[in-house]
């Protein structure tokens, strides 16, 4: 039976205690660690130059099939395939807050853990119920601002809580447009794939 005991450098003695296998791959063998993850999808589209506020295209994230947009109306929280496909109805008729149905999107699906997917939800449903409070307040104004606070910007700010960067940090951090967002983020090592939506009419 070999020795049981074994001196550590510091003198210490060690008294071996059990054997136990950790894995059933050799020494040299690659072992894979598996972590749990979590997926977000960052949707952006076109810019539609018959609207203004559409001019620089839009980006929104898709979070369980919920998505977060920053529109100029409000800070909409819209069904993934009615965001997609057709928008949300307005009171005043305007259909907003979505794709239209005739903007072509791509949709970047970024890997997240579980911590970090919890703090993008957590801020988004954040910044939805201080915009909810903001119109209440003042029904006729919106604090959007094409700077501060526009639909890029906020997934900008909310991603990088996170640490997945979503602008060109060789420019300043705002504005940020939804194509520079989109470069940025194809580039980032959180892609899983993307996909694209095209646009349903003309």
């Known amino acids: 039976m070999p020795n049981q005991t074994l001196t550590s450098p510091s003198g210490k003695e060690l008294i071996l205690v059990a054997n136990k296998t950790t894995t059933s791959k050799e020494n040299d063998e690659i072992k894979k ?46 069904d993934k395939n009615k965001y997609i496909n057709g928008g949300e109805s307005l009171p005043n008729g305007q259909v907003s807050t979505g794709q239209r149905g005739s903007r072509n999107s791509v949709g970047v699906i970024l890997r997240l853990s579980q911590r970090e997917k919890a ?14 409070q903001a119109r209440q307040k003042n029904s006729k104004d919106t604090d959007y ?18 640490g997945v960067l979503a602008h060109d940090p060789r420019f300043l951090p705002f504005p940020v447009s939804p194509k520079e967002q989109l470069a940025v983020l194809k580039r980032s090592n959180r892609v899983v794939k993307t996909i694209e939506y095209p646009k349903v009419s003309q």
């Open 33 to 78: 660690i598996l972590v749990a993850r979590e997926t977000i999808e960052v949707i952006v589209g076109e810019n539609i130059g018959v609207n203004p506020g559409s001019i620089f295209g839009h980006a929104a994230i898709d979070i369980d099939g919920v998505v977060y947009s920053r529109a100029h109306e409000k800070y909409a929280v819209i």
């Open 119 to 132: 703090v993008v939800l957590t801020e988004l449903k954040r910044r939805v119920a201080a915009d909810s």
């Open 145 to 162: 601002s094409i700077f501060s606070n526009s639909c890029s910007s906020n997934v900008a700010d909310v991603l990088e809580l996170v």
